[in-house]
């Protein structure tokens, strides 16, 4: 893999995000400046976005929100949400977005309340979002520290065969190679999923997170 400058990395960053975002009228208006973005990358991660990117320009937008929603909305093996690998629906995963909420906060990086629509900010988009145009070594610790999460969501994808796993393969290749026991955490959570519950406990998401008031 050719080396990618912090620059490369940003852009790739940055339009794997936008393009792992609804499919709204705004991000269509935007994809021949992306596709000009991605023109100046490296061959082996510029060229899989480009073919993304003319992807959804070639896509009837009705075609591309159905193909979305079935894609990211209805399967849980293609969640964005990035704790959901590694923490299932657990009290563990509502501690995690605290977490990753707090090194946002940090770096004044303010989500919108919940109430809004906002994403979770363990949501692949805002992460990368936030390792684009904030903060990029904080925001390559997040990727590296949830790795088994973006790698599962890029396999499943490929073996879907969706068009998106164009960006998710893209995001890994600004990221230092697997090592081993990334890889066996990889192989170990595609083989069991996601944990379950603890009995008697109901999944936790904290109020500073989901907005709710105690």
């Known amino acids: 893999m050719t080396a990618l400058s912090p620059r490369d990395i940003a852009v790739v960053r940055q339009v794997a995000g936008l393009v792992l975002g609804y499919p709204d009228s705004e991000l269509l208006a935007r994809l021949p400046l992306l596709r000009s973005a991605v023109g100046g990358l ?12 003319d992807h959804l320009v070639r896509t009837q937008p009705e075609v591309l929100a159905a193909d979305y929603v079935a894609t990211f909305d209805l399967s849980r093996r293609h ?18 977005l605290l977490r ?3 090194t946002y906060r940090r770096f004044g990086y303010v989500l919108a309340d919940s109430g809004d629509g906002a994403e979770l900010p363990d949501h692949l988009a805002v992460v990368l979002e936030f390792a684009a145009t904030v903060d990029a070594g904080a925001g ?27 960006a998710t393969s893209a995001v890994s290749a600004t990221l230092p190679p697997l090592r081993g026991s990334v890889r066996e955490a990889i192989v170990r959570l595609a083989a069991e999923g996601p944990p379950g519950e603890e009995v008697g406990l109901d999944p936790f998401v904290p109020p500073e997170i989901s907005g709710a008031r105690r």
């Open 79 to 96: 969640a964005l949400h990035l704790t959901y690998f590694t923490h299932g629906d657990t009290r563990k995963r509502g501690l995690a």
């Open 140 to 166: 390559t610790r997040l990727l590296l520290e949830h790795r088994a999460g973006l790698e599962l969501l890029g396999l499943a994808l490929t073996e879907a065969g969706s068009p998106y796993a164009a």
């Open 42 to 53: 490296p061959a082996p991660v510029g060229g899989p976005l480009a073919g993304l990117l």
């Open 100 to 102: 990753i909420k707090q």
